[in-house]
T-cell receptor, first 114, second 115 residues
Framework: KAGVTQTPRYLIKTRGQQVTLSCSPI?????VSWYQQTPGQGLQFLFE???????NKGNFPGRFSGRQFSNSRSEMNVSTLELGDSALYLC?????????????FGSGTRLTVV | KNQVEQSPQSLIILEGKNCTLQ??????????LRWYKQDTGRGPVSLTI?????NTKSNGRYTATLDADTKQSSLHITASQLSDSASYIC??????????????FGSGTRLLVRP
């Protein structure tokens, strides 16, 4: 059974650019959540999608957005990148909303903004 | 305010020794508590999950305990190995008014096992 797949694994972008990250959940999982992880802040919740609908949203600016497709794959977009957006972006999938059980993380996308 | 606090922030031990990591939470209403292991640059991997009624859960050399009364959990690692070097994150789940679940993450304990 394939795990949660995130692409790309590494990304370097310049300030002001935008970026799109992809997450393919475990087959059958309909919930996808996104997290930002930095050394100083730890894991911070970005948003969660379930059946193509955003169910929950964290306290991030509108530059951070996401969507989920009918096959449950999800994308996260960050516009007008800032140096502080450099982080490991993780997605996690679950069969249930907000994954109380069977919550599985991907390996993440390491974004560096220069 | 719902919070999860972990201690120590970092820990260095010698290979073969035991260690215990702490997690205190003020999350309510409590649903479950998980311990994750995260290798550098990788996603977290679940070690154990405990509900309110469980007070011990083991996964190989990892044993987690939960005291729901004092809202404390610990992760005990026995006979540590070099591969145990990682960050260990405590995550508490609680039920929101709309019946959905929310996860509160601790900041993690960074463990280094030296030969």
């Amino acid at each position: 059974k394939a795990g949660v797949t995130q692409t790309p694994r590494y990304l370097i972008k310049t300030r002001g650019q935008q970026v799109t990250l992809s997450c393919s959940p475990i087959s059958g999982h309909r919930s996808v959540s996104w997290y930002q992880q930095t050394p100083g802040q730890g894991l911070q919740f970005l948003f969660e999608y379930f059946s193509e609908t955003q169910r929950n949203k964290g306290n991030f600016p509108g530059r951070f957005s996401g969507r989920q497709f009918s096959n449950s794959r999800s994308e996260m977009n960050v516009s007008t990148l800032e140096l502080g957006d450099s982080a490991l972006y993780l997605c996690a999938s679950s069969y249930l909303t907000r994954g109380d059980y069977g919550y599985t993380f991907g390996s993440g996308t390491r974004l560096t903004v220069v | 305010k719902n919070q999860v606090e972990q201690s120590p922030q970092s820990l260095i031990i010698l290979e073969g020794k035991n260690c215990t990591l702490q997690c205190n939470y003020t999350v309510s209403p409590f649903s479950n508590l998980r311990w994750y292991k995260q290798d550098t640059g990788r996603g977290p991997v679940s070690l154990t999950i405990m509900t309110f009624s469980e007070n011990t859960k083991s996964n190989g050399r990892y044993t987690a305990t939960l005291d729901a009364d004092t809202k404390q959990s610990s992760l005990h690692i026995t006979a540590s190995q070099l591969s145990d070097s990682a960050s260990y994150i405590c995550v508490v789940s609680f039920t929101q008014p709309d019946s959905s679940y929310k996860l509160i993450f601790g900041s993690g304990t960074r463990l280094l096992v030296r030969p």
